[in-house]
């Protein structure tokens, strides 16, 4: 796209309709997202939020507790009967990144549709490589993939992956093609008519179709109120830089509030060469926000979020003077349950004292919340100009609801699963409301002008990485290579996620924050502990640098 006379905007969007073809294991083009923008010479910085929402008929009992089930799946679920907050028609939100991804082109792109939308359609007529990693996202969702028709056809052959996930074929080819014709005949329809033959053209009444004889409850209603909005996204002034996060239910908001309090704990200098030190820190700073994540997010159409609080510099240094006194963190013991259950009825810090206007906080009371298992990806772009760009899309859960159009091609997401699916939290459901996503791209600038396109799919991990990565950049002057491959923890659990690289450190560790669990790196490949960042850097020179995690499914390429 940058060769062919576009921008970066052109160059992104080409990439998130491209992964919305070829991941579906992790994303689908009927999902959600964020994209930020930093516009050159002084055009300033701008989002497009098209983050997840739930149907207008959506309501708080509409699903039923498993209470015989209690399972920490990946990245830790509430159990559902039938888990039919994450698999089937019912657990679809309303899919708004084909109206974003043409809304964003339209107002900051340079090329056209058709042009943008082409390596897209190309790949769902040609299809994409089914090798050893989308064999083993098929294997852990076969069941569901089995049960729906569509699922079955576009992903299956004769009810199995196409090839054994551990043969040679899988990991060194040749590999057998995924080809989705009708998903590639519905994108030729959008590149030629727009988003509205999406959302009330014959497209939609397809989508519609399937989901009456589904049962479920997404309208038409639903998709013709999808209307992507470019608003200012949330920043924070940070050693100088400036951190942009989106202002939506997302991971933005607790990252910002980590960055915060590490600003309020080392005011002056970060500890950059004690690794035991400043990973401790870290540790310490992410137990603390995540209690409040679980506990005072949600929609705020809809609940009171102390968003001022939370990012108010006097709340950042009254928890950082606990850590510095030693004082423990709000971290459980393996025995003590679920920190997303746990803290979302039970207040660790009251933020609503910083949020001004004598605002009291809410009582939230639910029996426990819940957290869909990883599917997101991430594309950053950045071009001479000095334009730089990052979207998170997402299907919410590994091959989203496993339910597919048969009609269209397209892949319904699993929103509702991020939802908690009790009453009384922040973060139940109810029509028409956000659910709090962990999806957090984050731009940095300084003086206005570019210096940093960051984020990654990783379910709640995003978060922990999303701020180490712009510590390393913003504190450790990092180009994108060593900040994508110095070794990470994760904090947002009961229990700490460390590198292999970090073992001994995290040896020290353990007075604090307990005994770690290493994560091999070449198992990144298949697995989301420690996210998987994206990450492109301008440097004071102008040069730029992109990297991806190494050890997954990824390009990055400088032109």
């Known amino acids: ?71 920490d799946r990946g990245l830790g679920v509430s159990v559902v009967v039938g888990d ?145 909005q470019v608003t200012q996204p949330r920043r924070l002034s940070f050693r100088g830089f400036d951190i942009w996060a989106p202002s939506a239910p997302s991971g933005g908001l607790t990252e910002l509030q980590m960055l915060t309090i590490w600003q309020a704990l080392h005011p002056e200098t970060p500890p950059l060469e ?15 926000a995540f209690a409040d994540r679980y506990h005072w997010l949600g929609d705020p159409d809809f609940v009171a979020v102390p968003e001022t609080g939370l990012l108010s510099k006097e709340y950042a240094a009254t928890i950082a003077a606990t850590i510095r006194k030693g004082e423990a963190p709000p971290r459980l013991g393996p025995d003590d349950g679920l920190p997303w259950e746990v803290f979302a009825s039970r207040a660790v810090h009251d933020p609503w004292r910083y949020e001004g206007g004598g605002k009291k906080a809410p009582a939230w009371r639910p029996e426990g919340s819940t957290e869909p298992k990883a599917g997101t990806t991430h594309v950053s772009a950045m071009d001479g100009q000095g334009m730089a760009v990052t979207i998170t899309h997402t299907a919410a859960s590994m091959f989203g609801s496993q339910v597919v159009c048969e009609r269209t091609g397209f892949l319904f997401d699993a929103t509702m699963g991020w939802f908690n699916a009790r009453p009384g939290a922040a973060n139940s459901i109810a029509g028409g409301k956000r659910p709090l996503a962990n999806m957090g791209p984050l731009l940095i600038t300084r003086g206005g002008k570019s210096v940093a396109a960051i984020g990654a799919p990783g379910g709640r991990r995003i978060v922990n990485a999303m701020v180490q990565v712009a510590l390393d950049i913003t504190e450790r002057g990092m180009d994108a290579a060593a900040a994508v491959q110095a070794p990470r923890i994760d904090a947002s659990g009961s229990t700490l996620l460390a590198s292999e690289r970090l073992a001994a450190v995290a040896k020290e560790l353990e007075p604090t924050c307990g005994k770690a669990a290493l994560v091999p790196e070449q198992h990144q490949g298949f697995g989301y502990e420690l996210a998987r960042p994206v990450v492109v850097v301008r440097n004071g020179a102008g040069e730029i640098s992109a990297a991806t995690d190494p050890f997954v499914n990824g390009h990055a390429m400088s032109l």
């Open 1 to 71: 796209m940058i060769e062919a006379g576009g921008n970066a905007i052109d160059a992104a969007v080409a990439a998130a309709f491209v992964a919305g073809v070829i991941e579906p294991m992790e994303t689908t083009l009927a999902g959600t997202g964020f994209l930020l923008v930093n516009l050159p010479e002084g055009g300033g910085t701008h989002a497009v939020e098209f983050g997840p929402r739930g149907p207008a008929k959506a309501h708080a009992q509409m699903f039923e507790i498993d209470r015989s089930r209690a399972l």
């Open 84 to 228: 039919a907050n994450i698999q089937g028609i019912l657990a679809a939100g309303v899919p708004s990144t084909i109206p974003a991804l043409i809304a964003a082109l339209a107002r900051f792109g340079k090329l056209s549709l058709a042009q943008v939308m082409a390596p897209a359609i190309r790949a769902a007529h040609d299809g994409f490589d089914a090798d050893s990693y989308f064999a083993l996202s098929a294997l852990a969702s076969l069941p569901a993939l089995r049960k729906d028709p569509g699922t079955r056809k576009t992903f299956l052959v004769n009810g199995d992956p196409p090839v054994a996930a551990h043969s040679g074929t899988a990991s060194y080819g040749p590999h057998p093609r995924i080809r989705q014709e009708a998903l590639g005949r519905s994108l030729e329809i959008i590149a030629a008519k727009g988003a509205a033959a999406f959302q009330s053209g014959e497209i939609a009444k397809d989508l519609m179709a399937t989901v009456r004889d589904l049962g479920g409850i997404l309208s038409a209603e639903d998709l013709r109120a999808v209307s992507p």
């Open 274 to 288: 004690d690794d035991a030190r400043r990973l401790r820190g870290l540790a310490e700073v992410s137990w603390h």
